[in-house]
């Protein structure tokens, strides 16, 4: 069963910090890149890292320096690790399986001022 599941998610001050997870089905994490996007109230969803089967990364300018997104393949699981957070960064944040075309159900960030 092809299936994504986010976790991680809350409210949390300016400048504090956060770890997503979302953990993903062994068939789809072998064999796919993964993305991590976030859609605003009002907003279109928006890309805002990947990482690929073999490590490489790429982030949205507006974290560079604040997220990482990382992946333990013995887990089957991708990490955004967000620090200093803003509350432009408030949002729900989707995992998504590029191979598969999968979403997960998203979990709720909220940064407050």
């Known amino acids: 069963q092809v299936q994504l599941v986010e976790s991680g998610g809350g409210l949390v001050q300016a400048g504090g910090s956060l770890r997503l997870s979302c953990a993903a089905s062994s068939i789809i994490f072998s064999v796919s890149a993964m993305g991590w996007y976030r859609q605003a109230p009002g907003k279109q969803r928006e890309l805002v890292a990947t990482i690929t089967t073999a490590g490489a990364t790429t982030l949205v300018d507006s974290v560079k320096g604040r997220f990482t997104i990382s992946r333990d393949n013995a887990k089957n699981t991708v990490y955004l690790h967000m620090n200093s957070l803003k509350p432009e960064d408030t949002g729900v944040y989707y995992c998504?399986?590029?191979?598969?075309?999968?979403w997960g159900q998203g979990t709720q960030v909220t940064v407050s001022s």
């Open positions: 998504r399986s590029y191979a598969y075309d999968r």
